[in-house]
């Protein structure tokens, strides 16, 4: 009876690591005592699989923004240590973004109803939107989307982690992404 109805488009998030960019437990010795160290940086590239064509748009927000010591909204910061320090930040590069295996450039903007400039390659800054688009004046459609997400940790020096790491610490960064369909 009622066999011509379909289902509702639908978008999946496919996500190496559950997310996650496993650095090991920080050795004391790698925080050094008036400057910082960069961390490698970490590769991973995310898929969203949508079930019909659509444009795909997201949004970073930094959910340690209070542990960076800066206002460089490229920074999301990586926690607490010693109390009160702070362990330092990391930087968050998008590249390689295919729209159903073809390749695409990347945009960031501020409002969400207009693209903003297209690259290859951008930095990715708190509470921005980002999306896939094939001109200046077009979101690019399809049903299959990768970005290749970089991450690059720099951890603070002795005097901004107030003090050493005596027993190591954790990296605790952690930033949400909001996505946002055209189905």
């Known amino acids: 009876m009622f066999s011509d109805i379909e289902a509702a488009p639908s978008c999946e998030l496919i996500i190496p690591n ?3 960019y496993a650095y090991a ?5 790698q925080v050094q005592l008036q400057r910082t160290t960069t961390l490698p940086a970490m590769t991973q590239t ?9 444009t795909v748009l997201f949004q970073v927000t930094d959910l340690q923004h209070d542990t960076t010591s800066g206002q460089d909204p490229s920074q999301f910061g990586l926690g607490y240590v010693n109390g009160v320090g702070k362990i330092g930040y990391f930087r968050l590069e998008l590249s390689r973004a295919t729209v ?4 695409t450039r990347l945009y960031q903007t ?21 999306g896939w688009a094939t001109d200046e004046n077009h979101a690019a459609t399809g049903s299959l989307f990768t970005v290749d997400m970089t991450v690059t940790p720099t951890l603070n020096s002795l005097q901004e ?3 050493p790491l005596v027993s190591g610490a954790e990296l605790a960064g952690n930033v949400s992404l909001h996505f946002q369909f055209g189905i």
């Open 46 to 54: 995310w898929s969203v699989n949508c079930s019909a064509p659509t």
């Open 18 to 20: 559950s997310g996650e």
């Open 100 to 103: 159903d295996s073809q390749t």
């Open 161 to 163: 982690t107030q003090g």
């Open 110 to 130: 501020q409002d969400q109803q207009r693209l903003g400039v297209l690259t290859n390659q951008l930095t990715v800054a708190n509470d921005q939107f980002y």
């Open 25 to 29: 437990q920080l050795p004391a010795r």
